[in-house]
């Protein structure tokens, strides 16, 4: 006969304010098989979990229910309580009476009691069912997987390589460095990004734990924690590893007619590229889309100038499929479209341009060489306007969230013009000045009072074109005033959106995004760089908008989740499973044929002495446990374990039946 | 047509192209046939067909797995052997289908003919490996007038008859047992750990049970009407199997036994299954 304790939670007031606690632990003493039941203040606590430790001991219990919140909460909690206590961690069950009773029936307190009351009776009839399950083991891939080489990936990658492990770093681009190599300098310290940023990029190149595949793409994910097959595409980069970065090829590419992303659209790009002058690896590739070789068949000049032979137009895409036993995924942003807004011009008015088309003006490296002159007609400027929640904090263009980078970007940028040019005067309009960091206030004080800078809050309204000047016209909601400036460039603070595609991609992993696309973490605060997926972990951007150190210090994070999978032997997993009765199986292949993850094998076996027969049998490292095999078997000779057929049963029966002796 | 089928198994026999021959044989009176098994090439003389042969002896199938057979089967019959080949029970190597023309069968007790054969469109079998004379199929489609006119009813007078005709049940179980795609070696209506099913001959508990039944044989029914005829309290369970191919017709465009290369619908898994009925 099976020894059962009932622990009654009151979780400080959540369910004691509705469900009669005491009423419920009555109850419980009441049934069959219970030997003790209690009530406490919070059962997950120290004290409550040693109170269940005590009573297993005083009582000589053999199996538990907790009537407290959802097992997705502190199953965990109780079976490792069991652990301690000496019995095997799955004989405990979780009586949901708090998101099922006490939040959701607060309006008839009676009700609740009952509801709770039967919840807690099927919870016993089901653990007195339940049977000792023994973990299992599965072998890990010691290898991580990062997708996205931007400042996330690159950080991610190297603490992992830190500790030890290999890591195999993807990046769709022809080189690492992401969104970071595009800024000029960061916010608050203005020290200049590629500076802090490509020491890092060097060291992935030259870290012997990590292999760098850019120019290539992820296309299909398979598998799970400690097994994840991965197909990753090399797209063909047309040269070599025979070179030696030295550029001549890019410099004598007569093909100027694309324009280069990178710089934000605002310079030419060769059809023989690299991103940026400090790219790693220094490698250029062929665009083959725009190379008058490839559309022409005639050119060739690259193959012609390049010292080392290294250009080769025979390159074919290739297809890889590697096993890794994690997966960071940082595959950051993009920055919101500007051309919806019609109050600034559809993105038609060339003078008007996005944060990042100011970060390339304003960078030495960009397609001016630093000098910030308007797109129009190249002349330098002299009044700036920057205009605040560009697709951020606007409802109606369902970007209600806040950016997070806008208001320091934008203090940034104009204390740079004006350190590039004292002549000029810069006016921000502004909703409000979100500046929580270290040092971020004094950041944009600084702006304001040293840099003169000028504040509006308030919206713009119109911007105008008028000659060779934009009229801007605007509010300003503090003075009460309308205000019209005279303007020879509008900056436009636009905010961060999930990358295109990023619906798609998560697909891949089956992770889930909220609705504009950021991928979600497991908790919003106890989890935050988990996924849904375990071994999936996120970091930076794709995830929600985040500044340079939050960003890194994500990665960092995943870095860490990461390793502590690594350092295991081999993985623990549930054993939470299917099982097949051989002796009662048909040998239909229905269950085979309807399993969602091929975790079925068909054998010919001999069941009984002498007899040989066609049976299922579960994949363990496979299963996960989704029960579509039970449902499916005809001869019900497929269970699942820890949810069996019988536990399942008894609960429903006990659910048919009415409240006793209460 | 009796002298063919005997030759031909003969010779199977003979050249041990099969350990065991199914076919049908004289019974007690001269309305009566029953499964003959044999073995001796010599033995053959006793194989007949005729209108009175009922049984679906597909259902002999899954108990001689370990052989190899001759079957004799009806047009219909066909459909039964193929669902079974589908789900594993034997391999299409291992089976040879004697497939004989048909003009339809004949209910002893009444003298009628099954209303399956009124518009039998296999009374010439297909997919046979061998086939005995020829029959003339029926032109009119298969029709499920009785079931659509039985779904008219209300939900109330739709229980009420059907509870009427599972008080009459009194669990002896024939319709599973001489169900060819009951092959289960463990029935759920067996089990004690869980009882799925109450043992108590009680109008719920058979309710329960045939409701039970009709759902694991969705989609493998084939509607051969074993289980109508073999019921000896007349429950109609016909018009349970025929709603079954109603809704698979309707539902999935399947219909059992027809294709060999298409699985039942409930054995399949696509993510891109409809899921209409998940809120």
């Known amino acids: 006969m099976a020894r059962i304790g009932v622990f009654v939670c009151h979780c400080g007031t959540n369910i004691s304010g509705v469900v009669d606690v005491s009423r419920v632990a009555k109850y419980a003493e009441s049934l069959p098989g219970v030997k003790v039941a209690v009530d406490y203040k919070f059962m997950c606590s120290d004290p409550g979990q040693n109170t269940i430790i005590d009573a297993i001991k005083t009582h000589n219990l053999d199996r538990i229910v907790v009537s407290a919140c959802s097992p997705r909460m502190h199953e965990l909690t109780f079976r490792n309580t069991l652990e301690r206590a000496g019995l095997n961690p799955y004989m405990v069950e979780m009586a949901n009476i708090r998101e099922h009773v006490s939040w959701v029936h607060s309006d008839n307190k009676e009700l609740a009691t009952e509801k709770a009351m039967k919840l807690m009776e099927m919870s016993v009839s089901k653990v007195r069912r339940s049977e000792v399950l023994t973990k299992m083991f599965a072998p890990i891939e010691k290898r991580a997987l990062v997708i996205g080489g931007g400042i996330a990936g690159i950080q991610a990658a190297l603490d992992i390589a830190a500790a030890g492990y290999k890591v195999v770093l993807v990046e769709k681009e022809s080189s690492i460095g992401g969104r970071m190599a595009q800024l000029d300098k960061t916010f608050p310290t203005l020290d200049c990004s590629a500076c802090i940023l490509t020491p890092k990029m060097v060291a992935v190149s030259q870290d012997k734990n990590i292999t ?63 991103l940026f002058p400090q790219a790693v690896p220094n490698v250029p590739v062929i665009d083959r889309e725009t190379c008058t070789f490839f559309l022409t068949g005639k050119c060739k000049i690259c193959e012609k100038v390049c010292p080392t032979s290294a250009v080769d137009y025979t390159q074919q895409d290739e297809l890889i499929t590697e096993k890794f036993g994690a997966v960071v995924v940082a595959t950051g942003f993009d920055i919101y479209d500007h051309s919806s807004y019609g109050e600034y011009g559809y993105g038609e008015i060339k003078d008007v341009i996005s ?54 970007y934008t203090a940034k940028q104009a204390m740079l013009l004006k350190d590039h040019y004292p002549e000029t005067q810069s006016y921000v309009f502004y909703i409000d000045i979100r500046a929580a960091g270290k040092n971020y206030e004094e950041f944009v004080q600084r702006a304001q009072n040293d840099y003169g800078v000028v504040y509006l809050r308030g919206r713009v309204s119109k911007i105008y074109e008028r000659g060779n000047k934009l009229l801007v016209k605007g509010a300003d909601t503090l003075s009460g005033a309308q205000v019209e400036i005279e303007a020879d460039l509008v900056v436009l603070a636009n905010g961060l959106e999930p990358r295109k595609g990023a619906k798609e991609f998560s697909q891949l992993f089956h992770m889930s995004s909220d609705q504009y696309g950021f991928y979600n973490e497991l908790h919003p605060k106890l989890a935050p760089v988990e996924t849904a997926i375990s071994g999936v972990f996120v970091a930076g951007c794709c995830q929600s908008p985040k500044d340079i150190p939050d960003t890194v210090a994500m990665a ?17 997993v549930e054993p939470l499973i299917a099982g097949v009765n051989q002796l009662t199986c048909s040998g239909c292949e229905t269950c085979y044929n309807v399993c969602p993850y091929s975790a079925i094998e068909m054998k010919d076996k001999e069941v009984k002495r002498g007899e040989v027969r066609h049976v299922a049998e579960v994949l363990e490292s496979v299963c996960k446990g989704c029960g579509v095999c039970v449902g499916a078997c005809y001869s019900k000779a497929v269970d699942l374990k820890g949810f069996s057929e019988r536990q399942i049963l008894s609960q429903v029966e006990t659910a048919t039946m009415p409240i006793t002796n209460s | 047509m009796d002298k063919e089928l005997q030759e031909i198994i003969k010779k199977l026999l003979a050249e041990k192209k099969v350990d065991w021959a199914i076919g049908y044989e004289k019974a007690y009176d001269e309305l009566s046939t029953r499964p003959a098994f044999v073995q001796d090439a010599n033995d053959t003389a006793r194989l007949i067909f005729n209108k009175y042969c009922i049984n679906n002896l597909g259902l002999y199938l899954t108990k001689f797995k370990k052989n190899k057979l001759a079957v004799v089967c009806k047009g219909c019959d066909i459909a039964t052997v193929f669902e079974l080949i589908k789900e594993k029970q034997f391999s299409r190597e291992n089976v040879v289908v004697i497939g004989v023309a048909c003009e339809g069968v004949l209910d002893k007790k009444t003298g009628k003919q099954l209303e399956k054969c009124e518009n039998c469109r296999v009374k010439q079998p297909k997919g046979a490996d061998f086939t005995v004379g020829t029959g003339k199929d029926s032109a009119a489609p298969k029709n499920f007038l009785d079931v659509v006119e039985f779904e008219k009813k209300s939900s109330k007078e739709k229980a009420e008859f059907w509870n009427r005709q599972f008080e009459k049940c009194i669990r002896c179980y024939a319709c599973r047992n001489v169900c060819p795609v009951c092959y289960c ?95």
């Open chain 1, 212 to 274: 760098l595949l850019t120019y290539a793409e992820v296309t299909e994910v398979s598998g799970f924690i400690g097994q994840f097959e991965v197909k990753i595409k090399k797209k063909a980069k047309s040269v070599n590893s025979k070179c030696i970065g030295c550029g001549v090829c890019v410099t004598k590419c007569p093909n100027k007619k694309s324009l280069s992303d990178f710089d934000g659209r605002l310079g030419p790009r060769k059809a023989i590229y690299t």
């Open chain 1, 355 to 408: 944060s990042l088309q100011f970060e390339r003006l304003i960078s030495s490296s960009g397609p001016t060489e630093g000098h910030v002159v308007r797109p129009s007609d190249q002349k330098e400027v002299k009044n700036v306007v920057f205009i605040q929640c560009v697709g951020s904090r606007d409802e109606s263009k369902k970007r209600p969230y806040c950016s997070r980078v806008c208001c320091m």
């Open chain 1, 556 to 572: 960092s994070a995943t870095a860490a989740k990461v390793c502590a999978i690594f350092a295991k032997e081999k993985m623990e």
């Open chain 2, 185 to 279: 070696p463990d029935c759920f209506a067996n089990r004690t750990m869980p009882e799925y099913l109450n043992k108590n001959v009680d109008a719920e508990e058979n309710k329960l049970f045939h409701m039970i039944r009709m759902q694991h044989v969705f989609g493998r029914c084939t509607d051969c009407k074993a289980c109508d005829t073999a019921c000896p309290v007349n429950i109609p369970l016909t018009l349970l199997t025929k709603k079954l191919a109603k809704d698979a017709k309707e539902l999935f465009n399947y219909e059992s036994g027809a294709d060999m290369d298409v699985l039942p619908p409930l054995s399949t898994y696509n993510e891109a299954d409809s899921e209409s009925d998940i809120l």
